[in-house]
């Protein structure tokens, strides 16, 4: 049975700081591709960032490029976030899903990805 799990939200002030980590259970993620996406109230769910399975390609929605870092570390089965200069804007439940084509399509559709975690939330105070 596969359990995908992320870790790390909180509530966080503007300008600040927050790092999210995904891990799974009975699924070895490093032939998978990587993604987070988010979700705010009366929202769709939207791609943050994705990268390959080898972690040599990264991708970045405009709202988050420069301030969002995405990377795994394959030897301990985790992805992470590195979310950095927070606006109340980025509030939202995150989640990270795995693509086992092991490569980030164009615009990362969510149908690509097979595997989700329950999410984490991220509160930015103004």
């Known amino acids: 049975q596969v359990h995908v799990m992320e870790s790390g939200g909180g509530l966080v002030q503007a300008g600040g700081s927050l790092r999210l980590s995904c891990t799974a259970s009975?699924?070895?993620?490093?032939?998978?591709?990587m993604a987070w996406f988010r979700q705010a109230p009366g929202k769709e769910r939207e791609g943050v960032s994705c990268?390959?399975?080898?972690?040599?390609?990264?991708d970045y929605a405009d709202s988050v490029k420069g301030r969002f870092t995405i990377s795994r570390n394959n030897a301990e089965n985790t992805l992470y976030l590195q979310m950095n200069s927070l606006k109340p804007e980025d509030t939202a439940m995150y989640y990270c899903?795995?693509?086992?084509?092991?490569?980030?399509?164009?615009?990362?559709?969510?149908?690509?990805?097979?595997?989700w975690g329950q999410g984490t939330q991220v509160t930015v105070s103004s």
């Open positions: 009975g699924l070895i993620l490093d032939v998978y591709a």
């Open positions: 899903a795995a693509d086992r084509t092991g490569y980030c399509s164009a615009l990362w559709p969510i149908d690509d990805f097979t595997y």
């Open positions: 990268i390959s399975w080898s972690g040599t390609t990264t």
